[in-house]
């Protein structure tokens, strides 16, 4: 039996172990449980062809849609940028050189080995995570483009590889990790169609140690969300498009909590470069850097989620796609700063 990964604050240990003996353990009086170590992937929709990359960006910052319909810019012009936030990205890595992020990153790790050539092992060889983290937390620096909060900190958990593939316990390992790290907010672009007992209890320890996930809701177009959005301590976002309707690929259901601009996301990837991608991994950035916005201000996770929901704007959608709404950052931290003027008012 060979041991792949001790969780630090979970009693749970990942090995490799024969199929022939495998009952042997899950009889053994001093295991709790036994269960396989599934493989997941990202699984992205294909991009309308019609929501490419122009040909040329503007020389300066090239404001994307997404970015002004959550109201991220008007939320930067009351001074609400995400400064002191910590922000886990559970993702493929970030470009560590990146000309529009590398100001904002901080430590990090690897679950899984990356294969580019650089000196951070948690580097970005697929190009999803550093995607991600534009919209999070680009830096505001006239040029390229600009995050939701571009003052916070981007710590890179690498639990995919270049293949975008991983498995439950990398994807647990990375919750676990982020929480005993002592971050605000952690985001999680990544699905599966079911969870494990390992997700569940990295989830469950993430919520009592204060760290808020935010994650996506999946790709598949279908009545149903992904682990791990569908967990009740997560916030799981949908996805729309342009004109506000549903984007064709995003899931639906009651775990739904928010929805985010998902199509036609213009953000950072490896190399200096910027690319298109599309999906409710591409929303689900916007969300956590709206959360990264109110947690600069010291709230409880709960407090975050409850701003988040009642300042959510009703699109018109049903419950099931939108949740409570399109998330709104400027409204959010506008009803945060009535709130708290209003204590101090006392």
Not at 41 to 67: F, T
Not at 85 to 113: S, Y
């Amino acid at each position: 039996m060979e041991v792949h990964h001790e969780f630090e604050a979970l009693d749970i240990t990942t090995v490799e172990v024969a199929k022939s003996n495998l009952d042997a353990l899950d009889d053994h009086e001093d295991i709790r449980f036994v269960e396989a170590n599934a493989a997941q992937s990202i699984d992205l929709p294909d991009i309308d062809p019609d929501h490419q990359l122009p040909e040329e960006l503007e020389v300066e910052q090239w404001n994307r849609w997404g970015i002004e319909r959550v109201g991220a810019l008007a939320a930067h012009e009351l001074g609400e940028t995400g400064c002191g936030v910590h922000v886990g990205v559970i993702d493929t890595g970030i470009d560590p050189t990146h000309e529009d992020l590398h100001a904002n990153i901080g430590e990090g790790v690897a679950f899984v080995e990356t294969t580019v050539e650089s000196s951070e092992e948690w580097a970005d060889d697929f190009g999803h995570g550093t995607h991600v983290s534009g919209t999070i937390a680009a830096l505001d620096n006239d040029i390229g483009v600009v995050g939701v909060s571009p003052s916070a900190t981007l710590h890179p958990v690498k639990v995919l590889d270049n293949q975008g593939t991983g498995t439950d316990a990398d994807i647990a390992a990375g919750i676990e990790y982020a929480a005993r790290q002592g971050y605000d907010v952690a985001n999680i672009s990544v699905t599966e169609q079911e969870t494990s007992q390992t997700q569940t209890e990295a989830v469950r320890f993430a919520h009592k140690e204060g760290l808020l996930l935010v994650a996506a809701t999946g790709n598949e177009g279908l009545p149903k969300v992904d682990y791990p959005a569908a967990h009740k301590e997560v916030i799981g976002v949908g996805a729309i498009a342009q004109d506000d309707s549903l984007a064709s690929f995003s899931n639906t259901g009651s775990e739904v909590n928010l929805a985010a601009p998902g199509t036609a996301v213009l953000s950072t990837i490896p190399g200096s470069q910027y690319g298109v991608m599309e999906g409710t991994s591409m929303a689900t950035p916007h969300v956590t850097g709206s959360a990264a916005l109110l947690a600069a201000h010291g709230l409880a996770i709960d407090e975050i989620r409850e701003l988040l929901t009642t300042s959510a704007e009703d699109v018109s959608l049903a419950p099931d796609q939108q949740g409570s709404g399109l998330v709104n950052a400027s409204t959010a931290t506008e009803e945060l700063e009535r709130l708290e003027g209003k204590a101090l008012a006392k």
